[in-house]
């Protein structure tokens, strides 16, 4: 049997192998998929053993994607953009690393959203890794523009100007984000995660979509936006599925259904 995983630390709450194993199915393909917990500092050790007993391929979650970056002999180009790794593949004994993260938003917003990127300007708030994973997918779609605001100023304006080559970006403190609405607002803070809420002014999200990269409830950021005029208010999961799918067809190289899959977790979750 084809042996799968994911690696994180904690890992408990991934519902990987629950979707993994729904698009296992949908295509009759026999496959083990685990949770492994590795230990903080010994990602290598433990992705070794993982290949070295068979393992053929692994999804990678917080926090080891750069850990898993380093450890790669190849990357795609949407790795390499993103600075980080949350899929391998070992081929012919060589370990392939890809990101599906950013694709994997984009097509929620698209195919699931009905939300089209070209022409639209975005805002993203936070300048850490999950915003690093998500900038060159989106910016491939030719947006008007990508505002980026971070609490630090000097973080996202170095962000921005790494990723101009891939088109129009700028970076800003998030104190400085104006009141007037934009198209997109997506929230790649870790804020969500402990229950609290960024000093937005009311005015931005007027008619916007707004996007949290959490999943799994509604966070004060969803609900400041339902209160704020939000047309539309979406949490993370559809992008949790999609970048599964994605992840899916770089080791088996068949894209699955994700609609009933996202329906499935919804409807297991209320």
Avoid at 66 to 92: H, M, P, W, Y
């Amino acid at each position: 049997m084809k042996r799968f995983a994911v690696f994180g630390n904690p890992i408990n709450h991934s519902l990987s192998p629950m979707i993994h194993n729904e698009f296992a199915n949908e295509f009759g393909i026999e496959l083990s998929y685990e949770k492994i917990l590795s230990p903080i500092g010994d990602f290598a050790l433990t992705a070794n053993e993982f290949i070295k007993d068979g393992g053929l391929g692994f999804n990678i979650t917080v926090p080891f994607k750069l850990d898993a970056f380093n450890f790669c002999e190849e990357l795609t180009s949407n790795a390499r953009a993103a600075g980080a790794v949350n899929t391998i593949k070992v081929q012919n004994k060589v370990i392939y690393g890809e990101n599906t993260d950013g694709n994997g938003l984009v097509n929620d917003l698209e195919n699931n959203l009905g939300e089209s990127l070209g022409g639209k300007e975005i805002l993203i708030i936070g300048a850490g890794g999950a915003t690093q994973g998500i900038l060159k997918p989106i910016l491939d779609k030719n947006p008007e523009k990508i505002l980026l605001a971070n609490r630090t100023s000097e973080k996202s304006i170095k962000l921005a100007n790494d990723f101009l080559k891939f088109g129009k970006v700028c970076g800003f403190g998030i104190h400085q984000i104006k009141p007037k609405p934009v198209d997109i607002v997506i929230n790649a803070t870790s804020a969500s995660i402990g229950g609290g809420m960024l000093d937005l002014p009311s005015g931005l999200c007027e008619d916007a979509l707004c996007y949290d990269l959490m999943y799994g409830m509604q966070t004060p950021f969803m609900k400041w936006a339902l209160e704020n005029s939000a047309r539309q208010v979406s949490d993370g999961l559809g992008m949790l599925v999609e970048q599964a799918a994605l992840s899916f067809n770089f080791w088996h190289g068949k894209s699955p259904k994700t609609d009933s899959v996202i329906r499935l977790i919804r409807e297991t979750s209320d």
